[in-house]
């Protein structure tokens, strides 16, 4: 039976290689290979051989694919309808499949475009809204402060009312040795602000490193009180012509001496009671120039002062 026309497996017998290498000479040289057919199998003509062979005695001799084509341009035609395996097919434009995919792809991204766009213009809104809140609050506190500062003002420059009625203080500064500064609302001596009577006629006590309340006895077995202690201190000060002038500060009673040489004692007494349930006049603390003394200092001042009181 006589070919007319030949596959892959017949130019592989006929030029003696594989049909793998048949195939990689269409790939490279398919111009010059013309084909009978494009059914399955593919089929070629009887003169597809012939090139087929010609490729395998150039490429036996060292030739490159590019030299090879040269001289197969020489010796052979260019199969117009044909085409080498590796050509691309020319793009041939979108299809309705790929327009309708193309189209969807560009609505999801307008739509996300324009939810940004949106969630941009809403953050904005806030933080206006937010920048508008702070600056009312920044007024707010302006105003506060003025308020508050006319109002200190004003509390400087007002009379103090004391427990013996309604009178005028006058406000005095007093720097100490450690450099801090201490401030007095001083009492016009006619309207001196004093302890109640109550509290001068009680004992007088200190505390002891343990902090026991310790007390003294005075004339006839009678507890050292307040009022003696008071007439200790007058005394005291009358030799040194020096004045003195009562405050409250919070729950205690507290007696500013202000002698000729500068020196300022404060004394600090609080109405309490002892474990045994005893009122006293709890003799708290001395500073001498706003600086607090230690428990022997105050404890020689309380033994000084019950002693000049009665005598002894």
């Given at each position: 039976m006589k070919i007319e026309t030949l596959t892959h497996k017949n130019l592989s017998e006929i030029v003696g290689v594989s049909v793998t290498t048949i195939?990689?000479?269409?790939?490279?040289?398919?111009?010059?290979?013309?084909?009978?057919?494009?059914?399955?199998?593919?089929?070629?003509?009887?003169?597809?051989?012939?090139?087929?062979?010609?490729?395998?005695?150039?490429?036996?001799?060292?030739?490159?694919?590019?030299?090879?084509?040269?001289?197969?341009s020489h010796e052979f035609n260019v199969v117009d309808d044909n085409h080498r395996l590796s050509?691309?097919?020319?793009?041939?434009?979108?299809?309705?499949?790929?327009?309708?995919?193309?189209?969807?792809?560009?609505?999801?991204?307008?739509?996300?475009?324009?939810?940004?766009?949106?969630?941009?213009?809403?953050?904005?809104?806030?933080?206006?809204?937010?920048?508008?809140?702070?600056s009312e609050l920044l007024e707010i506190q302006d105003r506060n402060s003025s308020i508050l500062n006319d109002l200190l003002e004003k509390n400087e420059s007002a009379p103090v009312t004391p427990q013996s009625g309604k009178v005028k203080a006058k406000l005095v500064t007093i720097r100490g040795n450690d450099g801090d500064d201490k401030s007095?609302?001083?009492?016009?001596?006619?309207?001196?602000?004093?302890?109640?009577?109550?509290?001068?006629?009680?004992?007088?006590?200190?505390?002891?490193?343990?902090?026991?309340?310790?007390?003294?006895?005075?004339?006839?077995?009678?507890?050292?009180?307040?009022?003696?202690?008071?007439?200790?201190?007058?005394?005291t000060e009358a030799a040194d012509s020096a004045s003195h002038v009562w405050r409250r500060d919070s729950e205690n009673w507290v007696l500013t001496s202000s002698k000729s040489n500068a020196e300022i004692h404060e004394l600090?007494?609080?109405?309490?009671?002892?474990?045994?349930?005893?009122?006293?006049?709890?003799?708290?603390?001395?500073?001498?120039?706003?600086?607090?003394?230690?428990r022997d200092f105050l404890l020689k001042f309380f033994r000084d002062a019950r002693d000049s009181y009665y005598g002894q």
């Open positions: 195939k990689s000479y269409r790939k490279k040289f398919g111009e010059y290979i013309p084909v009978a057919g494009h059914g399955k199998p593919l089929r070629f003509e009887k003169k597809a051989a012939d090139v087929c062979l010609r490729i395998r005695e150039l490429f036996g001799d060292g030739l490159s694919v590019k030299q090879i084509s040269e001289k197969l050509t691309i097919k020319k793009d041939q434009g979108l299809g309705p499949k790929d327009m309708e995919q193309l189209l969807k792809l560009s609505s999801q991204m307008m739509n996300g475009m324009a939810a940004l766009v949106t969630a941009q213009a809403k953050a904005e809104k806030r933080v206006e809204r937010v920048e508008k809140k702070l007095y609302r001083i009492e016009r001596e006619n309207e001196v602000l004093v302890p109640d009577q109550d509290l001068l006629e009680l004992p007088v006590v200190i505390r002891s490193d343990e902090g026991d309340f310790l007390g003294m006895p005075g004339a006839k077995g009678n507890p050292f009180n307040l009022r003696g202690l008071l007439t200790f201190v007058s005394s600090h007494f609080k109405k309490t009671k002892t474990p045994k349930g005893n009122l006293v006049a709890f003799f708290e603390r001395l500073d001498i120039n706003s600086v607090q003394q230690n």
